[in-house]
């Protein structure tokens, strides 16, 4: 194997022994309600999360890491003479690439790459994995990064949301519009587009939402070098639900599951389901 350390952050919401698994070092995010830090390390800490989002009436504060952190890997790695690649939650969503950026800056050491992923959730994953699994195949950092680099701009995560509260808590739409908007069962659906957030539209009720996000998935051409995920908050049924019907709907054989942790669901809420792939290129 190359000697290569992959760092990524919580936002991929991959769990400890996800990454000790593949051989990532894992980098967190903090969240906390007033004083108390939600560690992001298993699937029970993305559960916990959830029940704490919905008792307390403000959101969680969501900090970057650290640079020192970063700095800690660095020094590491100089130690044992291996090259770096960072692949870090979107810019566009945190300061976490700046973090890592900085932490190199510090370091003077130069065999580090660091990568804004643009991405977050599900897709980071695919980032994550695919750079493990060229690194089992010996190529180098270089060539790894070249190839995520080409990758992450056709890649599509998106998301149906249960209620609006939680983008009206965050500033997102304006106060007494969720309140409406629940009543009357709007789903609004989100994706991760150049980095941020943004707003695909609002569907009436769940199953024409799980309809809208197919409709994303049917608009362009799919690269099938790369796998299709599904994910979702907390109501592992309705994610189970949601994996059977899109691996039946478009008999996908790759196709998997994953929980969505604190990170984006903050601003998400329980009961989201997203829809994950790559789109072919020139599309």
């Known amino acids: ?10 936002a991929s919401d991959i769990t400890r022994e996800q990454a000790e698994a593949m051989g990532v070092r ?11 830090k939600m560690a992001m390390d298993t699937e029970e800490d993305f559960q916990a999360f959830f029940e704490r989002l919905y008792e307390e009436k403000e959101l969680p504060k969501t900090s970057q890491p650290s640079p020192q952190l970063y700095l800690n890997e660095y020094e590491t790695a100089r130690k044992n003479g291996e090259d770096v690649l960072v692949l870090a939650l979107s810019g566009g969503l945190s300061g976490t690439v700046r973090s890592a950026r900085l ?14 992923t643009r991405q977050a959730i599900l897709t980071q994953r695919m980032l994550v994995e695919r750079a493990v699994k060229r690194r089992a195949e010996g190529r180098s950092a270089e060539e790894i990064e070249k190839e995520l680099l080409e990758v992450r701009d056709r890649m599509v995560v998106c998301g149906a949301l249960d209620t609006l509260t939680f983008l009206r808590k965050g500033g997102r739409i304006p106060p007494g519009l969720d309140i409406i908007g629940n009543v009357l069962e709007f789903k609004p659906v ?13 569907a009436r009720g769940q199953k024409k939402s799980r309809q809208y996000l197919y409709r994303e998935y049917e608009a362009v051409p799919v690269d099938k070098d790369w796998p299709v995920y599904t994910g979702y908050t907390y109501d592992s049924a309705a994610g189970e639900s949601f994996f059977r019907e899109t691996k039946e ?15 984006i669901g903050t601003h998400v809420g329980k009961n989201c389901l997203a829809l994950a792939f790559v789109r072919e290129r020139n599309n």
């Open 1 to 10: 194997m190359n000697q290569i350390r992959i760092i990524t952050d919580t």
């Open 26 to 36: 894992l980098v967190p995010l903090t969240i906390t309600f007033g004083e108390t």
């Open 103 to 116: 932490a190199k800056e510090l370091s003077g050491y130069d065999r580090i790459r660091i990568i804004d």
């Open 190 to 202: 989100i994706e991760l587009k150049d980095g941020v957030l943004v707003k695909l539209g609002i």
């Open 249 to 263: 709907r478009y008999q996908l054989e790759g196709c998997r599951m994953y929980p969505v942790g604190g990170v």
